[in-house]
């Protein structure tokens, strides 16, 4: 399995810009997909951008356009760089991990980082 420890979250202007880093350790190789999921209280957790190992991502409709997620495998790290940054962006922001491990499939998760968009 692997840790996740998500940074760089924070207070922002709507229309501004911010990036939510997450940190990957342990059996990094078994990893499938990584991804950044959100959160607001009261709400479902929902899914924001994954990418897989071959570089193939995924965005939630409501982020096309303003959000890119990217992957440095040198630093086993991923990112999310957040544009255009509205009020309803606001959410606690997790990391999110999928793969394959000695014991079948396996899911982890970071401890969140908290994004706050002011109108």
């Known amino acids: 399995q692997v840790q996740l420890v998500e940074s760089g979250g924070g207070l922002v202007q709507a229309g501004g810009s911010l990036r939510v880093s997450c940190a990957i350790s342990?059996?990094?190789?078994?990893?499938?997909?990584l991804g950044w999921y959100r959160q607001v209280p009261g709400k479902q957790r929902e899914l924001v951008a994954d990418?897989?190992?071959?570089?193939?991502?995924n965005y939630a409709d409501s982020v096309k356009g303003r959000f890119t997620i990217s992957r440095d495998n040198a630093k086993n790290a991923i990112y999310l760089e957040m544009n255009s940054l509205k009020p309803q962006d606001t959410a606690i922001y997790y990391c999110?991990?999928?793969?394959?491990?000695?014991?079948?499939?396996?899911?982890?998760w970071g401890q969140g980082t908290h994004v706050t968009v002011s109108s």
């Open positions: 342990g059996s990094t190789y078994s990893i499938d997909v």
């Open positions: 999110n991990a999928r793969g394959t491990g000695a014991l079948g499939q396996y899911e982890s």
């Open positions: 990418i897989t190992t071959r570089g193939v991502t």
